[in-house]
C-alpha cells in the first residue's frame, strides 16, 4: 500500500493580527477572502512549494522558530499578491497592451519548445512578471495555465503530424514532448475522444469519402 503524507499550517488570530501590522494597507477582510477564494483554486503553485519546503526543511534546534515564521510571513505576501493580481486582471480588457505582447510571445516560444519545456523561471524572465501576476494574466488570455497550454500545444501538433505525415505514433509522441507512446495515447485520448491511431484513421477515411 502507498504510503501517504501531508502537511497543514493552523494560524491563531493574534499572528494574523500581529503580522498585519507589518503588512502595509492590507486588511484582515482582504486576507480572509484571500483564503476563501484560495480554498477554490488550483492556481497558487508558489503556496505550496513554500509547503513543501518546510516539509522537506533541515533545520532544527533554536533556528528551528525563525524559519517558521520566515516561511509563513513569506506565503502570507505571497498570498495578498496572488489575491491583488486576482482582482487586478478580472479582466482580460483590462490587461496592458505590453503585458498581453508578452504572453503573446511567450505562447510563440513554447510551441517551439514542445520537446524540453521552458522552466517558470525562464517563462518569468521572458515575459519580466513575478509568478503570480504571469500565472493570472495567461489564464486570463488562454483560459489555460502554462502547463495547461502545453499540453494543448502538443496534442494539437500531434494532430497535424498524424494526417500530415507517415510517422509513426512513437515518433509523433517524441516529437511532441512525450516520454512514452502510452501516456502520450492516453492523453490524445482524453483530449480528443480518440487515441492518435484512430485520428489517423478517421481523418483518412473522411478524406477518400470527399474524393480529396
Known sequence: MKKVSGIGISLMPEYYSRVLKQMEKVSENDLFEALLLLSSSTSFYTGKEILNQIKNMAVSGRGIAMYYDAKIKEMLA??????????????????????????????????????????????????????????FIFRQITNKTISEYYQYLRVEKSKELLVATGKNIEQIANIVGYQTHAAFSAVFKLKCGLSPKEYRQHHWQNKQEKGW
Do not use: F, H
Open 78 to 135: 505571497l498570498l495578498v499578491e496572488w489575491y491583488d493580481n486576482r482582482n487586478a486582471y478580472k479582466n482580460s480588457d483590462k490587461i496592458l497592451d505590453t503585458d498581453r505582447k508578452a504572453i503573446e510571445g511567450l505562447i510563440a516560444l513554447l510551441s517551439q519548445k514542445l520537446k524540453k519545456p521552458l522552466p517558470i523561471s525562464e517563462c518569468r524572465k521572458y515575459t519580466c512578471m513575478s509568478k503570480g501576476k504571469l500565472s
